[in-house]
């Protein structure tokens, strides 16, 4: 139960294994945004990996819970971007490996909203990594987020004993960056795997 941040393979994105009658699948958000890139005479997204199977620390697939409070985050991207910036890193519903000038809002239902928004990996990277600077997050995080990875180092993992030896900013709020580390880990992966990730 809860918020998870998931990457999304091949079948799921084409709509074949689509099975829950009380959610809108993947399948007609894809639709809209080939269709929505067509608008803005970009190639459609179709090249969308399939899902690999489990292996521990692979890099092959991404899912997260998002636990934390983000109270101190949003602040932080307040402190550091603008408010388009802000809204850009903290409002998308969905993340794509492409470049995209500006998001994209599809008129078609996500888990958790009405609409659909999609943003472009390197844009949300760019902002994830301006982020990652102001709070000098360590090298030491999970470089992975294949089962949890980042949840558990800063839940249950090293996150706090490291914060003792290694002060800064980031061991002054470790929800902060915990959030800071999903959105830079999250956009790396759909940059390094050409997979999708959205919420689930």
């Not at 998931?6 to 269709?35: I, T």
């Not at 880990?185 to 050409?194: K, S």
Request: with cysteine; proline share 8%.
């Amino acid at each position: 139960m809860g918020i998870h941040l998931v990457s999304v393979g091949a079948g799921e994105w084409s709509g074949e294994h689509d099975d829950d009658e009380e959610e809108v699948g993947y399948g007609p958000r894809a639709a809209a945004l080939n269709d929505a890139l067509r608008d803005r005479g970009l190639p459609p997204f179709t090249s969308v990996p399939e899902e690999a199977p489990f292996v521990r620390g692979s890099g092959l697939a991404f899912e997260e819970k998002l636990v934390p409070p983000m109270d101190g985050f949003v602040a932080l991207c307040e402190e550091h971007l603008s408010a388009a910036e802000t809204d850009l890193l903290c409002g998308w519903t969905l993340l794509v490996p492409m470049s995209l000038d500006e998001e994209i809002r599809l008129p078609v239902a996500s888990r958790y909203t009405d609409e659909t928004m999609v943003a472009g990996a390197p844009q949300v990277l760019a902002l994830a990594e301006c982020l990652a600077a102001a709070v000098e997050l360590p090298s030491a995080v999970p470089a992975t987020s294949d089962n949890l990875d980042l949840t558990t180092w800063f839940r249950d993992g090293p996150a706090k004993d490291l914060a003792a030896t290694r002060p800064g900013p980031w061991a002054d709020d470790l929800d902060t960056a915990f959030y800071v580390a999903l959105y830079l880990r999250a956009a790396q992966f759909v940059l390094r795997r050409g997979s999708p990730v959205a919420y689930s």
